[in-house]
């Protein structure tokens, strides 16, 4: 059997799509995507403020409508704790790879 490995190419091609539509409880519809690896690093930098960081991975990860960190955070500011903002902010997560149950490697653990 002879393996074909991957080019350098495929890789730097990525996985994150277009981006899904996503119905919030309140019914209004946003087109998102899950995080990069970059943006969660990035996303993270600088700050250890939580409401920061959530609002910033809105930013990098609501595609329609596009929104400005300011109306971001006047979202935040305006929505009930387990409301429109919590939904969206678990829909990222799922989509990133990070929700309750996700797999934490695909690669098997080497054992001794």
């Known amino acids: 059997m002879v393996l074909e490995y991957s080019s350098a190419d495929d890789l730097i091609a990525g996985d994150l799509g277009d981006g899904e539509d996503f119905t ?31 609002r910033r991975n809105v930013v990098s990860a ?7 960190l300011p109306q971001v955070e006047a ?10 903002f919590k939904a969206l902010s ?3 997560r799922d ?3 990070l ?10 653990e080497v054992s001794d």
Do not use: C, H, M
Not at 30 to 52: H, M, Q
């Open 62 to 68: 609501v595609l329609e409508p596009k929104l400005t």
């Open 75 to 84: 979202w935040q500011r305006n929505s009930r704790a387990g409301g429109d």
């Open 99 to 108: 929700g309750e149950g996700a797999q934490k490697s695909e690669v098997a």
């Open 24 to 54: 919030l409880p309140s019914g209004k519809v946003v087109r998102l995507r899950g995080l990069s690896r970059y943006e969660l690093i990035f996303n993270g930098k600088g700050t250890e403020d939580a409401g920061l960081i959530e």
């Open 95 to 97: 989509l990133s790879g």
């Open 90 to 92: 678990e829909a990222i």
